[in-house]
């Protein structure tokens, strides 16, 4: 059998895959991406089996994130067929006496509903959107670049006294379950940073949810929570159309099963059929750290310090994700001033902590906390008209030791545990939305099992790479002492959301790979022995 060369191959078609790809083909390199499922896309994947006349996102749905990345931006993308679409509210958190606090993209809109439920929140709300304004764009720019963010630092450091200084600094550590409360007199606001604090699997009592809650918030106030006309997975789509036209290849239904490292470099790959394809300047491995150290690449050709750093790698919280196909739109008990895309579900800022402390604790959680999404209400091809294509998810324990509930959740997810889980899942939207349960034409629950099985990046249902708390992040991601998309063997480069800057649909960890593969690529060409080791 010939041996088929490229100047790299990616392992995985999910959205990082596809950027490093794009990038690379952007670059002149000869470029293969090898995808296990049928389909590209990864975590960003949509389909109609849920109904037919439905269309459902099958993991992520809405995309603040790859509207504020610079990468997917310069990819010109809506020139490969992709149309974003905006709901008339980014954000609404219903509360149990029938309000909501609403997110608008209008910052106007949104000071003005704060303001009426508590006069003087909207003056303080307008305020940290004008702090947001002055020094956003370079925290921003800081997250996604490889650590150290040299550039955006420089950048932050220089806008910080016209925000406040160290008092601003002193937000950005507070804690996510106090960080509302400490600029805002009513509960809106606080609901909402905690909320969307809720997307990471950082404790809201936590440094660093605030932070987290911060970012999210601010990206929906200035860039919204759009979603890709049609489906999720038209990102992907898209990007793997653009890759095409440049003349890059794309096979899916192909598992590589080894990443062949020789002299301490990678050399290529070997696919579950047998064949050996080579890379003659690098691999990317848009691939959870656990699959790849240990798994594709054998211990014996890894750095010591990676097999120690990984023994005490940890996952984020396993997740259960549930579709539902209505066949009316939601019957919330009070009808929002706007139809917010994504739907927050937690009754206080306490609760939401209280669920979050249960996760921890390895307990399946009485009342958890629900992220959704109106997807019909969002892009109305989702569903035939009158209808909601709609979803919730939820943390779970990657291994529980018991249900703080009392549905008698064992934890090991079978149909059963999965059923029940969201049956309480279903009766936290009843409470909100009387009614809810006779709109339901068809219901699929995805526990962690199923959510692995369409992707193998999600192991147990983790859906970040990797948790996203402190002592997981920056030079310790995956492992300490790394923190970029080198992996510690030449030629070898990390472009999942394991590496560096994590979780979230904005391509950072594979143009982090794609960037480090080129500048890797200029110093061989200068110095040859450096290519060598």
């Known amino acids: 059998m010939t041996t088929r060369s490229y100047d790299v191959v990616v392992i995985g078609a999910g959205p990082n895959g596809l950027v490093a790809a794009n990038h690379l083909a952007d670059a002149g390199w000869s470029v293969l991406v090898l995808e296990a499922q049928p389909d ?49 509210a980014v954000l609404g958190h219903p509360t149990p006496d029938g309000g909501w606090a609403l997110l608008h993209r209008d910052r106007a809109v949104t000071a003005a509903g704060f303001d009426a439920a508590h006069p003087g929140d909207g003056e303080a709300w307008l305020a940290l959107c004008a702090e947001w304004d002055r020094i956003g764009p370079a925290l921003v720019g800081g997250l996604l670049t490889p650590f150290p963010p040299v550039r955006a630092g420089l950048r932050g450091l220089a806008a910080l006294p016209s ?36 997307h990471a699997d950082i404790p809201l009592d936590a440094t660093g949810s605030g932070l987290m809650g911060l970012l999210m918030t601010m990206l929906g106030q200035t860039v919204g929570f759009p979603v890709p006309v049609g489906g999720a997975g038209r990102l992907t789509e ?28 990678a050399t290529g790959v070997r696919t579950a059929d047998g064949e050996r394809i080579t890379a003659r300047r690098a691999v990317v491995a848009d691939v959870v750290a656990p699959r ?80 959704a999404g109106q997807m019909t209400t969002t892009d109305p091809t989702r569903s035939p008209a009158g209808t909601e294509s709609f979803w919730a998810y939820t943390h779970v324990p990657q291994d529980v030791r018991t249900d703080a509930g009392e549905g008698g959740i064992r ?15 279903q009766a936290r939207l009843e409470r909100l939305a009387p009614g809810f349960g006779s709109r339901v034409r068809t219901r699929r629950v995805l526990g962690p099992r199923e959510l692995e099985a369409r992707n193998a990046n999600l ?40 590496a560096h800057p994590g979780g979230g649909v904005h391509g950072a960890p594979g143009m982090n790979a794609a960037r480090a593969a080129l500048a890797h690529a200029r110093l061989a060409r200068l110095n040859p022995q450096t290519w060598r080791r």
């Not at 106090?178 to 604090?197: D, Q, T």
């Not at 440049?246 to 590589?256: F, M, R």
Request: aromatic content about 8%; proline content about 7%.
């Open 40 to 88: 590209v896309g990864g975590a960003v994947r949509s389909a109609r089996d849920v109904d037919p006349d439905f269309v459902h996102d099958t993991f992520s749905a809405f995309y603040p994130l790859s509207a504020a990345s610079p990468f997917l931006r310069a990819m010109r993308l809506e020139e490969h067929g992709l149309t974003w679409a905006h709901a008339p």
């Open 163 to 198: 925000v406040g200084g160290l008092s601003f600094v002193r937000t950005l550590l507070t804690p996510a379950a106090e960080l509302g409360r400490s600029r805002f007199g009513g509960v809106g606001p606080a609901l909402l940073l905690a909320g969307n604090a809720g």
């Open 238 to 265: 898209a990007l793997a159309s653009r890759l095409r036209s440049l003349g890059g290849e794309v096979e899916c239904s192909t598992p590589v099963t080894r990443v062949d490292v020789e002299g301490g470099r």
């Open 292 to 371: 790849l150290y240990g798994g594709l690449v054998p211990t014996e050709d890894l750095p010591a310090r990676v097999v120690k750093g990984m023994r005490a790698f940890q996952l984020d919280p396993s997740t259960v994700k549930v579709d539902w196909a209505l066949d009316g739109p939601v019957p919330w008990a009070s009808e929002p001033a706007y139809a917010p895309g994504t739907v927050h579900v937690g009754d206080s800022v306490e609760k939401m902590s209280e669920a979050f402390s249960q996760v921890a604790a390895r307990a399946v959680p009485a009342e958890p906390m629900l992220l």
């Open 411 to 425: 934890g090991v997810w079978d149909r059963d545990d999965c059923e029940r889980f969201a049956d309480r899942m």
């Open 459 to 498: 192991v147990g249902g983790s859906i970040g790479g990797g948790t996203a708390q402190l002592h997981q992040e920056l030079v310790f991601r995956p492992v300490p002492g790394l923190g970029r998309a080198e992996t510690g063997i030449a030629g070898l480069y990390l472009g999942s959301s394991s």
